[in-house]
């Protein structure tokens, strides 16, 4: 865990997060806010999170 809190890590996140950025430009500004995402995620997935649920989906696709 003390790797992934490293330098090399924080740039690689940060770089990673500024071709994020630059991917999604083209298509604005979200429709939804945030919290109301979260509400609708919440309400939809029924207890269970969005990592367990990518999760469970990554692991059953193996």
Known sequence: MD?????????????????????????????VRLDELRATLDRELGGISLTELILKEREAGW
């Open 3 to 31: 790797k992934l809190d490293s330098t090399p890590y924080a740039d690689l996140v940060k770089r990673a997060g500024k071709a994020a950025d630059q991917a999604l430009k083209r298509y604005g500004k979200p429709a």
